[in-house]
């Protein structure tokens, strides 16, 4: 069997129109990639883990990032599908699966955009501290909303633009930052900080302040952060030449992830103590604050808000794709399928929009604990979803070779198989199991493995359903 002959059994989505280039595959990772979980969550892992306990946990989540993203370059190029996961998954795993993969990858991006949204609304509240952060996250669900359901193209330049603000925000940050960090910009510190800012303040309270297990109970929150990279296999069955297209995004975004994350935890840790990072307020912000820079801390939670929306933009056209590939499979009703005259799923993003709306909850709870909360939930059921990349990279390895395949005749091979996507499922195993350890976070995995229990309940269910009918 050939490579061609594999990709023809793939299904077509001609409705689905190809409009996306490298530089907007970049972007649209990215995008993912940087929002809340490096400029406000950053400034928790710091306070739970310390300057190299954090440092370790992000340098551990870009490998597993790495390793997934290697897996999934193999399988994006070959099988250029929209809804990318749950294909691979029912291929080559099973239906069922496929089904799970789906709706998990869904949820995770619903609630991260609770997340984004809800984040979003309490940086407003550096301007207009008065205001409801619910009232700010409504008016941001409308805005993503429309841009996504106007056409794919209207997203794509949109999520360019957006990202391309906050990686310029982080490189200027990186610079700044580094110079306040070796002295050769004049850094305010701050009456309550006894200790001088510089990577001396890395171990001041020791190498693991807080013990070595944090870095592990982290590692969701670094998942978090770093979710958002698998986007390249989402909109590759929307992408131009996705046999060039893909690598060169998949290089490109793993090593600005890299130094963009590594280096920015970095500064941070070496000029705001630990005991000063919590969620109120971005460690961006409180740093170009203390440089005392004019209106340098209000831009950069300006530039912080659109990052948010950049993610939360992100986030929905991922979770309407993984709906309207339920509809396409006939898993969901044929409404979730129906397309714009632009070739948009408007129903699946209308839809997909729900989690958004968890953010409208602030209203009843305290921000920070709806914003832990949804977290905590797109944080595990990410991790599955990286699981499955990994088994499915295998299994479609394993079974081109035994059809005859060569390796050598694969345009983007993942190197060192089998080992590279079994170390990245048992990496992203391990960080799922360490929830377990940190109270905050046990009843998110509980919560996560009913919901996948559902899942393939109701799957099955329909199957049963769809067999009685077959036989009457």
């Not at 200790?195 to 670094?222: D, N, R, Y």
């Not at 390249?232 to 893909?246: K, L, S, Y």
């Not at 994350?261 to 000063?276: E, K, T, Y």
């Not at 990286?386 to 390895?397: D, E, G, K, S, T």
Request: with cysteine; net charge neutral.
């Amino acid at each position: 069997m050939t490579e061609t002959d594999m990709q023809t059994d793939m299904p077509e989505h001609p409705h689905l129109k190809r409009s996306m280039q490298t530089r907007h595959l970049v972007m649209i990772s990215l995008g993912g990639a940087i929002g809340t979980g490096l400029f406000l969550n950053s400034g928790d892992v710091i306070h739970q883990t310390g300057a190299i306990g954090s440092i370790l946990a992000y340098l551990l989540g870009a490998f597993i990032v790495y390793l997934l993203m290697l897996c999934l370059g193999e399988l994006a190029v070959h099988f250029p599908e929209s809804g990318s996961f749950s294909a691979y998954a029912t291929r080559f795993i099973g239906p069922g699966t496929g089904y799970v993969v789906a709706w998990l990858y869904w949820l995770t991006w619903t609630a991260t955009l609770g997340t984004e949204f809800t984040a979003a609304g309490i940086l407003m509240q550096h301007w207009f501290p008065h205001a409801s952060v619910w009232l700010w996250s409504a008016a941001f669900i409308v805005l993503v909303l429309v841009v996504n359901i106007y056409s794919a193209r209207a997203f794509a330049e949109s999520e360019f633009v957006l990202s391309l603000i906050k990686v310029l925000a982080i490189i200027l940050f990186l610079i700044v930052g580094g110079a306040a960090v070796v002295g050769l910009i004049s850094y305010h510190v701050p009456a309550a900080i006894s200790s001088p800012p510089g990577i001396q303040l890395w171990t001041h309270e020791g190498w693991f302040p807080t013990g070595l297990m944090p870095v592990f109970w982290t590692m969701l929150a670094v998942n978090f952060a770093y979710s958002g990279t698998e986007l390249v296999g989402v909109a590759a069955g929307e992408t131009i030449d996705p046999n060039r297209t893909i690598p060169r995004a998949i290089n490109a975004t793993v090593l600005r992830l890299l130094i963009f994350f590594v280096g920015s935890i970095g500064i941070i840790a070496a000029l705001l103590p630990r005991d000063q990072l919590n969620l109120s307020e971005s460690p961006f912000v409180t740093i170009l604050a203390h440089l005392g820079i004019p209106y340098t801390a209000g831009l950069m939670n300006l530039v912080i808000i659109a990052a948010q929306l950049s993610t939360a933009n992100s986030g929905l056209y991922a979770a309407s794709r993984m709906m309207w590939t339920l509809s396409d499979q006939g898993m969901l009703p044929r409404v979730f399928g129906r397309l714009t005259k632009n070739g948009t799923p408007y129903v699946a993003i209308s839809m997909s929009m729900v989690g958004g709306l968890a953010a409208l909850l602030s209203s009843i709870y305290a921000a920070e604990t709806v914003y832990k909360y949804l977290l905590a939930i797109s944080s595990l059921t990410m991790v599955f979803v990286w699981m499955a990349i990994a088994v499915c990279q295998y299994l479609f390895r394993r079974q081109y070779v035994r059809a005859g395949g060569r390796v050598e005749d694969l345009t983007y091979r993942t190197p060192l198989y089998p080992w590279v996507p079994i170390v990245a499922f048992i990496l992203c195993l391990l960080t799922g199991l360490g929830a377990l350890f940190d109270p905050s976070q046990r009843d998110g995995v509980f919560g996560c493995l009913a919901f996948i229990a559902c899942c393939y309940g109701a799957y099955f269910w329909q199957e049963r359903v769809k067999a009685r009918k077959t036989v009457a």
